[in-house]
């Protein structure tokens, strides 16, 4: 008996001596290379996109990876404070990030702003009552995604296409209310289609009512790449380039155009968290990632590809890598990605303005039902 | 004396508690504090999408008045358990052969194959599956080859059901296996010996015998399917509404986790009222 | 032993629904190890060629490394206080009457009827309220919590095939009640609580949901398979998961051989029918 106590005792200390072993963060074991942690979406912390910064400053990036906003406040809300550093975020959950408080004002004179192209130097997503409180880090357009076998490029300059009959039950969309009553809002027409009155609002929820027999499932990020490369889904409104380039690099015959209804924007930005210990290093992380070297491994991101604010950007890309500065249009000289948000194609995604976020949730739930 | 006998009984004591105890002390702390957070965070409330103490019952009235709460309540509770059946009649013929035909060194070597799956990835096997279902994939190629539609069977309940069993098959099959193998022989062997027919030996003695891991086998297949949501959004391609589904997709109105709770709350209540009704009945005594 | 019983449909429709089944269960873990040889980032039937490019990507990633580590070590961990507390309240409720006996039990099987997603998120919570949060300590202790009620299962299953005259018996001949523990209970017991802690730590090892949630900046296998599966979607996926399996199924013989040799040596004192 004694001897099985003492094994048992013996088995007991020294798992607690291993959990605390554990436990112990990596900060105090490893004194001189300095930790930065960061809440991101997938392939921001890849090696060849943070490997130089991570030398240069002697420090160690350690990232969470996420796949959904709601998670990733969940997450950032439910953890101690300090937790993490820097937060990469859709604009949409920058507005809430900030309303709930979760981020740190940033200060402007920190960040080359003179070098961002003109539309980007003052975005409305990161600026609350005259403060700074992110820097745009990339960015894409959302219209619809096609594969060609089954629908052509000038069939998908109308949104309209998705109502036709060879495309019933072969439309996918991503599970997501934003880019879905969006892009409804732009088919019916409205010139800023996230600030629609109560009839607008009405009108957009009826038009997605119809598009709902088309309709062969609701997809995640992940599951909209397969279901668009195994040809499972033959069209998807409100994805954009961050998909259907990502598979056409895998050779799938898939494309997205903006129709002419227009399209909307995607944008993703880096904050810091409230709290953050290590701000000297979060500011530091983020010029780097808007300095040109940062900005090039953004805008080639293996995980999905984007395009990027600044002018150094777009420059070094052309100069490293000209293909694929061609082939997301984001050439120096003549026309480019630009002329279309200049021409007025393009609106942001944005939280609803005269609804609640909630009230546009809630009739997604209700349209996936019917 | 009485000291002595007080002496002898503090070390019963203190023999007794070093069994009983720690359990209920770890499940009291990591359990139950997490438990009793998830109770009070559905009278939470959220302001600026931030979770706040609280004590509202906003949560409540909003999930208890959404007017497709019941459909999907239902929706999600006729599903998992028409695959909780299905599970189960499947399982049973492999079960019967693994209980009745097999020796019972072989059974053991089954058994572990059966269990092994179980506790391979499950997302891995759930994306897996995709190969088979989707567009171009196995069982479509094959159906073309013999003349049927050859159309993706993703998004539909076939897909929903393989991934139901995908998550169930290797439970229920233990439980019923292990049932049927302690099924009583020798009242077998006499009723055959009495002229009993197969079928009747089948029916009135191996099934009502093996009943209580019959019904358990059905309650697990039924519990596992009624959570999942894996399948669900792989497979179903989130065209069936189920709690779980619902559960995400009210999240998403805002950081609304005090909806979320409450919807784990009642998915609870009808888990462990249906597990108490199966436990009754699988244990009834017979006769009745 | 059952020759002369016999059944109510042919042996070949049984053994029928048996390689069904089996089909289905092993049909996802074959094409898995199939596409994880794929060239082809996704899965279809025209594969282009073989290649080990995805073995070597997962092996040359270091955070995949990590997370094997973290993983291992929470498994283990997980494997075994799941399968003492497990054990000890099995034995709890095999040897003594107590006040809250049901209870206890009660409370073990509740934690399976739990929605994961939000009991996730309930965990989080409370762990970073008492300042556990964001650890491979808080994934031991969550695991622990969910693991416990199937090595409870197992083991209580096991002791009640034993005899309670046995223990008595040893007592009445002088033996204290821990070395009636140790020579009676204990070795009946021991293949029980080996499964009961190879099925812990597989519990452990799958377990996706709630290490996302409590583990903070700790990766681990299933959080980076869900990653994937969510995100960028590659073989590397089924090269996971085929590693997984054969680790898996290593670990069933090593079971099966420890209750093979059980079986054997109870049989031997059993006085056949």
Redesign the interface.
């Known amino acids: ?1 004694s001897n ?2 003492y094994s048992r005792r013996a ?1 007991l200390k020294s ?1 607690l001596a ?2 605390a072993v ?2 112990t ?1 990596a900060i105090v074991r490893a004194q001189e290379v300095r930790e930065l ?1 960061m809440l991101t ?3 921001h912390a890849d ?1 060849e996109v943070v490997g130089p910064f991570e030398r240069a400053h002697n420090v160690r990036i ?4 996420y ?2 906003g ?2 990733m ?3 950032f ?4 404070v300090g ?1 993490y550093d820097v937060i990469l975020a859709d604009a949409e959950y920058v507005s ?2 900030y ?3 979760y981020i740190e004002q940033l200060d402007l004179a920190d960040y080359p702003f003179d070098d961002f192209f003109p539309e980007f130097q003052k975005f409305e997503g990161h600026w609350y009552d005259d403060g700074l409180y992110a820097v745009f880090l990339h960015f894409g357009f959302l219209g619809l995604s096609h594969n060609l076998d089954a629908l052509s490029r000038s069939e998908a300059r109308n949104y309209r296409a998705m109502w036709q009959e060879n495309l019933r039950s072969k439309v996918g969309q991503f ?3 934003l880019p879905n009553f969006g892009t409804m809002s732009l088919i019916e027409g409205n010139p800023a289609p996230f600030d629609l009155n109560a009839a607008a609002w009405q009108q957009v929820q009826d038009t997605a009512l119809t598009l709902r027999p088309q309709v ?8 909209t ?2 279901a668009l ?4 889904v033959a069209a998807m409104p409100g994805i954009g380039d961050w998909i259907t380039g990502v598979l056409q690099r ?1 050779g799938a015959n898939v494309a997205t155009t903006i129709p002419e209804q227009g399209g909307l924007q995607w944008t993703e930005s880096l904050s810091i968290g409230k709290g953050s210990r290590n701000q000297d290093l979060a500011r530091e992380f983020i010029r780097y990632m808007i300095s040109p070297r940062g900005q090039v491994a953004t805008a080639t991101l ?2 999905y590809p984007a395009m990027v604010p600044t002018r150094a950007g777009w420059a070094m890309l052309n100069e490293i890598n000209p293909n694929e500065a061609a082939r997301q249009n984001m050439s120096l000289s003549g026309a480019n990605a630009l002329d279309e948000i200049r021409a007025g194609r393009i609106q942001l995604r944005r939280l609803p303005v005269q609804q ?3 009230s546009w ?2 009739a ?3 349209y ?2 019917a | 004396m009485s000291v002595l006998s007080a002496k002898v009984r503090l070390r019963r004591r203190a023999w007794f508690a070093l069994w009983a105890a720690p359990l209920p002390i770890w499940f009291a702390l990591f359990f139950m504090g997490p438990m009793l957070l998830l109770i009070a965070m559905s009278f939470w409330s959220v302001q600026n999408y931030r979770l706040t103490p609280d004590f509202s019952l906003s949560a409540w009235s909003y999930v208890l008045s959404l007017d497709f709460l019941w459909s999907t309540f239902w929706r999600s509770y006729g599903l998992s358990l028409i695959s909780a059946a299905l599970v189960s009649l499947l399982a049973f013929p492999a079960s019967y052969a693994m209980a009745f035909l097999i020796t019972p060194a072989r059974r053991l070597t089954f058994l572990g194959l059966a269990l092994a799956p179980f506790f391979t990835s499950y997302l891995v096997r759930i994306y897996s599956l995709q190969v088979f279902l989707g567009e171009g994939g196995v069982l479509p190629q094959l159906f073309h080859s013999v003349g049927l539609s050859g159309a993706s069977l993703l998004n539909s309940y076939t897909a929903l059901f393989l991934g139901h069993a995908t998550l169930t098959l290797p439970v229920v099959l233990v439980l019923q296996t292990l049932a049927l193998g302690n099924v009583d022989r020798t009242e077998m062997s006499a009723a055959v010996n009495l002229g009993a027919r197969p079928q009747h030996v089948l029916r009135h003695i191996i099934l009502p015998a093996a009943r209580p891991g019959l019904s358990l086998g059905v309650l697990f297949a039924f519990l596992l399917s009624y959570a999942e949501f894996v399948s669900a959004t792989y497979l179903g391609g989130g065209v069936f509404q189920t709690l779980p589904i619902l559960l995400t997709d009210l999240i998403r109105g805002g950081q609304q986790w005090p909806r979320a709770a409450v919807v784990s709350l009642l998915m609870m209540a009808a888990l462990m009222l249906t597990s108490l009704v199966t436990v009754a009945w699988a244990y009834r005594q017979k006769g009745n | 032993m059952n020759t002369h019983l016999k059944h109510a449909l042919p042996a070949w429709t049984w053994f029928a629904g048996l390689t069904l089944v089996f089909v289905i269960l092993y049909a996802p873990i074959l094409s898995a190890l199939v596409f994880s040889f794929s060239v082809d980032r996704f899965p279809s039937l025209d594969i282009t060629r073989f290649s080990t490019k995805w073995y070597a990507q997962v092996f040359a990633d270091a955070r995949m490394l990590e997370a094997l580590k973290n993983s291992l070590a929470i498994a283990l961990s997980t494997a075994l206080v799941a399968t003492t507390l497990g054990f000890a309240a099995a034995y709890a409720d095999f040897r003594f009457r107590f006040f809250g006996q049901r209870m206890v039990l009660a409370l073990a099987l509740l934690t399976p009827t739990v929605p994961i997603a939000v009991l996730s998120l309930a965990m989080l919570a409370f762990f970073s309220r008492i300042g556990l949060s964001g650890t491979v300590g808080s994934i031991i202790v969550a695991h622990v919590v969910v693991a416990t009620p199937f090595a409870m299962a197992i083991c209580r299953l096991r002791l009640e095939q034993l005899p309670r005259e046995f223990e008595t018996a040893a007592q009445n001949l002088g033996a204290t009640p821990g070395q009636a523990l140790r020579l009676i209970v204990l070795p009946h017991a021991a293949p029980a609580i080996g499964a009961a802690a190879l099925i812990a730590f597989a519990v452990s090892l799958d377990e996706y949901a709630i290490a996302w949630f409590v583990g903070g900046l700790e990766q681990t296998v299933p959080v980076t398979v869900l990653n994937t599966l969510q995100g960028q979607v590659d073989p590397t996926i089924h090269v996971i998961g085929t590693l997984a399996f054969a680790a898996t199924l290593s670990m069933v013989f090593a079971a099966q051989m420890l209750l093979l040799r059980s079986t054997k040596s109870h049989k031997n004192k059993e006085v056949s029918p």
Do not use: C, I
């Open positions: 008996m099985f106590q088995l798992g291993a959990g554990l436990a963060p942690t979406w997938a392939g090696p350690r990232a969470k990876e796949v959904g709601d998670q406040l969940a997450q809300a439910q953890s101690p937790t809430q990030l309303q709930a408080d599970d997501w209310h062969r499932g609701f997809y995640d990020y992940g599951g790449l397969s490369r195994s040809g499972e895998d293996k995980a609640s976020l909630e949730n809630d997604w739930v209700r996936k039902n």
